[in-house]
C-alpha cells in the first residue's frame, strides 16, 4: 500500500454464537488487516448488555486496549477495520457506530461507499437530523430510525428493509442489538461478504473467508446481492430478500489486488484467479527477457503465472521491509516517498546486467512505479520491461475505492504511446479487459463491475448525475 495504489475502504468480522466470540473475532479481523489501517473497533453483547469499543490504529493495538469490562460472556459481536474513503481519517468516524433508537440499542459497520450519500444527507438533514460523524454510514441509522417511528412500529428489521431501499452504491453491512446480528449485501453485489460456522453452532461473517481460517470456521456460503441474513436470540440463522438482484456488479479490483491470496471471494480463489492474470499476460504481451520480478506483495501471484507461461526464470529483485509504518498514513508527501523506498530494497545480485520483466498488479498515478524504476537501474539493471495484471486504470470509483481524480491518473495524463517513456521503461503493457475477465470462472464476465477501467458505471452516482460521463 503506498503511493501508487488505491486503497479499500474497510473490513467487517461478525461473530453470532458459540463460544469465545471476542477471541474469534480478534483472529478474524486480524486477517482482514490489509483493507484499513487507520482504525478498529467492536461492537459486543456482553451478558446481553451492548458494549462499544473502537480507536484509531491496528488491531493488535485497538484490541489490546479493550477494558476489563468487556470480561464477561459475550454472545454476539461485529467488527470493522477502517480506511477511509467517505468522511476523513477521525476517530469519531471509526466503526461500529452504536446508537439508542427508539428503545433500541443498534450498531452498524459497513463496507463500500453510497453514492447517493449527499443527497439523502441534504433531504434528512432538513428534516432536522443531526449528525455525529461525517461517514456515509451513519446514514442508515438514521433512515431506519425515520421509518422505524413513522411505519413500522418497533420492528426494527423491517425499518432497515425500508431503509436499505433508498439507498445507491455499494453496502455490504453488519448490524447487531443485545441479541440479533444481521447481515446485509446491496443488490449489485458490490463487495463480499461470506458466511461460515463452527461446530459449536456459532457463526462468522467475514468481507473474505481468508477470517475463517484461523478461529476454525467452515465456510458456507456468501450473503447473496439483495439478501438480508438474520440470526436471531435463539441463533437460527434466515434470509430475507430486499431487493431483487438484477445484475452483479462484483468488483474485479478484489481479485487484482484488494483480497488476500487464501481468499475465495466471488466463489473464485484469488490465489488462482491471480495466476491466470499472469499466464494470460504472458500470452497477450510477451517479452524477451532474463528474469520475471515481482513488485511485493502484490505481483506476486501475476509473477508466478507469467513466469510459468514464458518459460523466463522467477526471481526476486526487491526485498520488502515489513517494519516500515504504512506509507499513506503518513501526511507529508515527500516523507511518504522516502518511506516508499525504504520499504523495497534493491538486490544487486539478482538485477545487476540482466533484462528484467517487472511485474506489477496497477498502476494508478505512476509516482512510486517511476522511483521504482530508477532504483533498479542505479543497481545496474540492463533493461526493465513492466507488464501490469490489469487494464490502465482511466476513471474514478464510487463504490468504496479510494481513486484519486481522473486528472491524476496516470494513464488520463500521458499518451499510451509515451507511457513506458514517462517511466523510464524498456516497454509497458497491461492485461486487457477481456483477458482479466477470462480468468475468474465462478460468474459470466458481465457480472463484475470494470467502472475503473471503462468508465461502464452499473450504478449512475451523484455525482456524475449532472454531467455527461467521460469519454
Given amino acids: 500500500m503506498d503511493l501508487d495504489k488505491p486503497h479499500e475502504e474497510c473490513g467487517l468480522c461478525g461473530v ?11 483472529m478474524g479481523l486480524h486477517t482482514l488487516q490489509h483493507r484499513g489501517q487507520e482504525a478498529a473497533g467492536l461492537m459486543g453483547s456482553v451478558d446481553g448488555e451492548c458494549r462499544l469499543h473502537k480507536d484509531c490504529g491496528l488491531v493488535e493495538q485497538v484490541f489490546s486496549r479493550i477494558p476489563p469490562s468487556w470480561h464477561g460472556r459475550t454472545s454476539r459481536a461485529i467488527s470493522h477495520v477502517r480506511y477511509s474513503t467517505a468522511g476523513g481519517s477521525l476517530s469519531l468516524n471509526a466503526q461500529p457506530i452504536m446508537v439508542d433508537m427508539v428503545g433500541h440499542r443498534v450498531g452498524i459497520a459497513h463496507n463500500g461507499t453510497l453514492c447517493n450519500a449527499a443527497s439523502l444527507r441534504d433531504e434528512l438533514q432538513r428534516e432536522g437530523a443531526i449528525f455525529q460523524t461525517t461517514t456515509d454510514t451513519e446514514l442508515i441509522l438514521h433512515l431506519m430510525a425515520r421509518s422505524l417511528m413513522k411505519h413500522h412500529n418497533g420492528l426494527i428489521w423491517d425499518a432497515l428493509e425500508d431503509s436499505l431501499k433508498q439507498l445507491k452504491g455499494a ?25 461460515g460456522d463452527f461446530d459449536d453452532g456459532g457463526y462468522m461473517v467475514a468481507s473474505e473467508t481468508i477470517a475463517f481460517n484461523v478461529p476454525g470456521a467452515r465456510y458456507l456460503r456468501d450473503v447473496e446481492p439483495g439478501e438480508m441474513v438474520i440470526w436471531g436470540p435463539n441463533n437460527a440463522m434466515a434470509s430475507r430478500r430486499f431487493a431483487p438482484c438484477e445484475k452483479r456488479a462484483h468488483c474485479i479490483f478484489e481479485h487484482v489486488y484488494f483480497a488476500r491470496p487464501g481468499s475465495y471471494v466471488f466463489g473464485d480463489s484469488v ?15 510477451p517479452v524477451e527477457a532474463d528474469v520475471v520480478m515481482p513488485i511485493p506483495d502484490s505481483g506476486m501471484y501475476a509473477a508466478l503465472g507469467y513466469a510459468e507461461e514464458s518459460g523466463i526464470p522467477f526471481d526476486m529483485g526487491l526485498s520488502r521491509n515489513h517494519y516500515v509504518g ?7 508527501l515527500v516523507s511518504r516517498r522516502k518511506l516508499v523506498t525504504k ?44 507488464r501490469v495484471s490489469c487494464p490502465p486504470h482511466r476513471h474514478g470509483c464510487y463504490f468504496g475505492i479510494d481513486f484519486p481524480e481522473r486528472e491524476a491518473l496516470l494513464a488520463n495524463k500521458v499518451a499510451s504511446d509515451q507511457l513506458a517513456r514517462a517511466l523510464r521503461l524498456d516497454s509497458l503493457a497491461y492485461l486487457s479487459r477481456d483477458g482479466m475477465l477470462s480468468c475468474v470462472k465462478a460468474f459470466p464476465p458481465e457480472a463484475y463491475c470494470c467502472a475503473c477501467f471503462d468508465g461502464q458505471y452499473p450504478v449512475l452516482p451523484d455525482q456524475l448525475a449532472d454531467s455527461p ?3
Avoid: W
Avoid at 490465489?271 to 504481451?285: I, N
Avoid at 504504512?326 to 507529508?332: H, Y
Avoid at 506489477?360 to 526493465?384: F, M, P, Q
Fill in 171 to 195: 453496502f455490504s453491512l453488519l448490524l447487531m442489538t443485545h441479541d440479533t446480528m444481521v447481515a446485509v449485501r446491496d443488490p449489485h453485489g458490490f463487495r463480499p461478504l461470506a458466511i
Fill in 16 to 26: 453470532s454464537g458459540g463460544e469465545a466470540a471476542i477471541e474469534r473475532i480478534h
Fill in 271 to 285: 490465489y488462482e484467479v491471480r495466476k491466470r492474470m499472469g499466464r494470460v499476460l504472458a500470452q497477450e504481451s
Fill in 469 to 471: 460521463l467521460p469519454e
Fill in 326 to 332: 504504512r506509507t499513506f498514513i503518513d501526511p507529508g
Fill in 343 to 386: 520499504k523495497l530494497q534493491p538486490i544487486a545480485e539478482a538485477i545487476r546486467g540482466k533484462r528484467v520483466c517487472l511485474i506489477e498488479d496497477s498502476i494508478v498515478r505512476g509516482s512510486t512505479c517511476r522511483a521504482r524504476v530508477h532504483t533498479l537501474r542505479a543497481v545496474g539493471a540492463k533493461e526493465i520491461h513492466m
